[in-house]
């Protein structure tokens, strides 16, 4: 099955990813399509598998402690006051993390939610930007290689 993540992880390895922000030892961290909370990022595996159990133990243990060292990045970079994890694989059933920084500048009614609870519209209203991204992806990919 192809899935939108195949697609991505195939784009990557090609060079013409455009989000990718760097080679992790499990595979590819991008931004998000969509920056309505700046940083939001993804962790594509690579090879790309349908599920997180689908992983044996040690490349299991591998993917999550790259999740986590995306997160700190995230932190470190910019000056979120949590990272949410999250794991779904509903609409597109091939593994793949979301890594989304929380701001306290956040509306106080979404920044306790989940972060899908903003408005699709909003959410779709600030679209990945290679120009306005790239110093943050470069910011990001340095405070990554450096916990690696």
Request: glycine share 4%; proline share 5%; net charge negative.
């Amino acid at each position: 099955m192809s899935t939108l993540i195949h697609e991505r992880v195939a784009a990557a390895q090609a060079g013409t990813n455009l989000t990718v922000i760097c080679r992790m030892p499990s595979g590819w961290a991008v931004l998000c399509d969509v920056q309505f909370l700046r940083g939001y990022a993804l962790l594509l595996p690579d090879p790309v598998v349908p599920d997180l159990n689908a992983l044996d133990q040690e490349h299991r243990a591998q993917y999550l402690l790259d999740m986590a060292t995306i997160g700190d990045a995230l932190l470190e970079v910019t000056g979120a006051f949590r990272i949410n994890y999250e794991i779904l694989g509903n609409l597109h059933p091939a593994l793949h993390a979301h890594i989304i920084p929380r701001y306290m500048t956040e509306p106080e009614d979404l920044r306790t939610r989940p972060a899908f609870f903003y408005d699709k519209d909003f959410r779709n209203s600030i679209k990945f930007d290679y120009e306005r991204d790239k110093e943050l992806m470069k910011q990001i990919a340095a405070a990554i290689q450096a916990r690696l």
